[in-house]
């Protein structure tokens, strides 16, 4: 099984909805991640988990809120969005965060905050 | 900081070769990625190369690094109406000591036609 998985595929919420992403993966990786993907432009890192604990977070609002409870799933709680945070969001995950380990990406959740 | 550039859009002939080109700043990157993207979809591993590489081919993919210069290329050969995607250079960023961090270029939209 080499394969990401993530729910929903859409979502769509208002700026007062709590929402949460989840992502899932069961290939023993203990590396997880979490992009933002805008229109038209390339991924950019929000957080990276190693190991179930949180190693980096890219300056991200608060509004955005990771989780991983096990190592196999990683979810991104949302509460309080704005429209600009409309985007795709896709997980990956990877053996570890060496750079020899390459990284396995979702499909992505497409979110449209309105 | 870390940069990645790649030319926005190819358009090719079925059957003919594509070259997609990228250029990266950071010259301790060790490895060199590069993803496909389907519309709508996640983003797909194709290959990578270790920085101690001059080529490495895979199938119809081949990649060629000129560190001096610091030039990434992937060729396809007898390119197919399904190779039709974006397709993302990315770098390993390892500033500070963040691992994990892909640095992605623009991503380069490559047209197939009949």
């Known amino acids: 099984d080499t394969e990401v998985t993530q729910t929903p595929k859409h979502l769509v919420m208002g700026m007062t909805n709590k929402k949460s992403l989840k992502c899932e993966q069961h290939?023993?990786?203990?590396?997880m991640y979490w992009y933002k993907q805008k229109a038209k432009k390339p991924p950019e890192l929000m957080f990276v988990y190693s190991y179930e604990k949180l190693s980096i977070n890219e300056s991200v609002p608060s509004r955005f809120s990771p989780e991983c409870p096990n190592s196999s799933l990683l979810n991104l709680h949302l509460h309080a969005l704005q429209p600009e945070d409309s985007a795709l969001y896709l997980c990956?995950?990877?053996?570890?965060?060496?750079?020899?380990?390459?990284?396995?990406f979702g499909p992505g959740t497409r979110l449209t905050v309105t | 900081g870390e940069d990645v550039e790649q030319s926005l859009f190819l358009s090719v002939r079925e059957g003919d070769s594509s070259v997609i080109n990228c250029t990266y700043t950071?010259?301790?990157?060790?490895?060199l990625y590069w993803y496909k993207q389907e519309p709508g979809a996640g983003l797909q591993l194709l290959t990578y190369i270790f920085s101690n590489m001059d080529m490495k081919q895979d199938q119809r993919l081949t990649v060629l690094l000129n560190k001096k210069d610091k030039h990434l290329s992937l060729r396809i050969a007898d390119t197919q109406t399904g190779d039709s995607a974006i397709y993302f250079c990315a770098e390993l960023g390892l500033d500070g000591g963040s691992q994990g961090n892909l640095i992605f270029g623009k991503g380069t939209k490559l047209s197939v036609k009949p």
């Open positions: 950071d010259s301790s990157s060790t490895y």
């Open positions: 290939m023993g990786h203990r590396a």
């Open positions: 990956a995950s990877s053996q570890g965060t060496l750079p020899s380990y390459e990284q396995y």
